[in-house]
């Protein structure tokens, strides 16, 4: 992106804040039905979640608000244990994450392999798709839902329509005005001035409303409540977590600058216990309308905050007009986000990648559609680690050195010793056919866990049962002292050399742990 000066850059920072505050609204109050609260505290979520955020957050041009993964799991709470018991859940989730911030371990994030990434924003376009269909319904006179009628379909999927060609066809003409905003206008005036009947913000509820008001969640503070709430805010702390930082991770490649995850991790904890004295539902990091933003050319803190004070304005003072926006219009710009978010290069390289890394592409897409997105990251990354630990353990091998003579046998190992790779280990070494002497070069290979020492103590005790006598070269220190504690080493032998190989001989009794 070229470089705007300051009076074109707050220029551009404005007309995206303005942008994705309109894009909030909607969303705000349909994940707050789905937590089983009141559209105003989605939306009081949304202000508090964003402006917070916006201000102190790791990552500028990010927006935060309710999302609907955590909104899932709060409708859980709300129904099996009532509303009194969201904002303190909500205050304590905020506690973990900030906790984790100041732990520093949003570096964790890194453990999240590409094609786990692929797979999570393939999988979250596909989630934002299918959220948009329920613009597409309405209540049936049973009292569940059905698509809407014939007509009323055709004239939806026709603004929808055109709100995506001025998206595309706006920055042909300039790119000093957000096309999504020009997209939004524009439809709005054709149904507003051409009295087309078609679903608005309105419909949906009426977002009226006053200042939010602080005040400290009225349940009993006791062992009991703490019970209650602690897996929920457990849950949604993770959750809240894993949406943004991926956000920061995908907002880092767009804009080719750098994150600060542990900072993030502070911002929404901090975010989440304000909002939760002031009765909102909590949130974390919203990728479509990041993506808006970042589209609309939005690369400093003031767009979001400014979209968070306007979604507050419109609460106070212009509900009525903001009610009168086409669902289309907003239907149409998420669309846009859809075909942007979606990793369309994936498609292309999924046949030249390796077979694990595209089953884990469509595994953590399948989950995220499925579940959510936290448990299809945690699924995608668990299953990499497997692959991982699979490939390594395969690769676990033997050479036989120079200076070998028929008295004395010197391997070399080659490969990482873990749980994974034990039992082929193992299986490269015979005592009963190996000479009298032997030794094994670990200096090309590593042992990573107890079940890498416990191989090497029962490969001790093979040899030992043959009668014949090992030397380890270059294990390291740790290694070592497990071994000695184990009663398995024995001193050094000089001639071999006394500054790095160890012996093993008898066992003594010993049981091999550590």
């Not at 969640?217 to 009991?224: G, I, Y």
């Not at 595209?358 to 897409?365: D, E, P």
């Not at 353990?393 to 994974?420: D, M, N, V």
């Amino acid at each position: 992106m070229p470089k705007l000066s300051t009076v074109a850059r707050i220029r551009v920072e404005v007309l995206a804040g303005l942008t994705v505050s309109l894009a909030l609204v909607p969303e705000a109050v349909a994940f707050a039905f789905v937590a089983g609260v009141g559209p105003l505290v989605g939306l009081y979520a949304a202000f508090i979640v964003g402006l917070v955020t916006s201000l102190t957050g790791g990552r500028p041009g990010m927006i935060s608000g309710a999302t609907g993964a955590l909104a899932v799991v709060m409708g859980v709470l709300v129904k099996d244990h009532g509303v009194e018991l969201l904002c303190i859940t909500v205050i304590l989730m905020g506690i973990i994450q900030m906790a984790v911030g100041a732990l520093k371990q949003g570096r964790l994030i890194r453990m999240v392999p590409y094609p786990v990434m692929l797979g999570f924003v393939n999988g979250l376009a596909i989630v934002i798709f299918l959220a948009q269909l329920e613009s597409f319904k309405t209540e049936s006179s049973d009292g569940g839902e059905s698509w809407l009628p014939l007509g009323e379909l055709a004239i939806m999927l026709g603004l929808i329509g055109l709100t995506m060609a001025v998206i595309y066809l706006i920055p042909r003409v300039t790119n000093k005005f957000p096309s999504a905003l020009a997209g939004i206008l524009v439809v709005s005036g054709v149904v507003i001035l051409g009295g087309v009947n078609t679903p608005a913000v309105g419909d949906l509820s009426s977002i009226s409303g006053s200042l939010p008001t602080f005040g400290v969640p009225d349940v009993p503070f006791n062992l009991e409540t703490l019970m209650i709430i602690l897996p929920y805010a457990v849950i949604l702390a993770a959750i809240g977590l894993i949406e943004s930082l991926l956000t920061v991770s995908l907002i880092d490649g767009i804009t080719n600058t750098k994150g600060q995850n542990n900072r993030e991790c502070l911002s929404q904890g901090a975010a989440n216990i304000i909002t939760g004295f002031f009765g909102g539902m909590g949130g974390c990091a919203m990728i479509g309308q990041s993506m808006i933003n970042m589209k609309s050319g939005a690369r400093w803190r003031l767009s979001g905050a400014l979209a968070a004070l306007l979604l507050l304005a419109y609460i106070l003072f212009a509900s009525s007009l903001i009610e009168r926006i086409p669902i289309a219009a907003l239907v149409g710009v998420m669309f846009v986000v859809v075909i942007g978010t979606f990793s369309w290069s994936s498609l292309r390289i999924i046949r030249k990648v390796p077979v694990s890394d595209a089953f884990v592409m469509i595994l953590v897409s399948a989950v995220t559609v499925a579940t959510d997105l936290a448990i299809a990251v945690v699924v995608g990354v668990i299953v990499s680690a497997l692959v991982f630990a699979w490939n390594t353990a395969r690769s676990i091998y033997i050479e036989e050195a120079a200076g070998s003579t028929p008295e004395r046998k010197i391997y070399t190992l080659h490969g990482q010793l873990f749980f994974a790779s034990i039992t082929a280990f193992k299986d490269l070494f015979h005592p009963p056919h190996d000479p009298k002497e032997v030794v094994i070069d670990f200096q090309h290979s590593r042992v990573w866990d107890h079940s890498g020492i416990e191989a090497i103590v029962e490969l001790a005790r093979r040899y030992e049962a043959a009668d014949r006598k090992l030397h380890l070269l270059h294990l390291s220190p740790n290694c070592q002292r497990i071994l000695s504690k184990a009663k398995v080493i024995i001193d050094s032998d000089p001639e071999l050399d006394p500054s790095y190989r160890v012996t093993v001989s008898g066992l003594g009794g010993s049981d091999g742990g550590h």
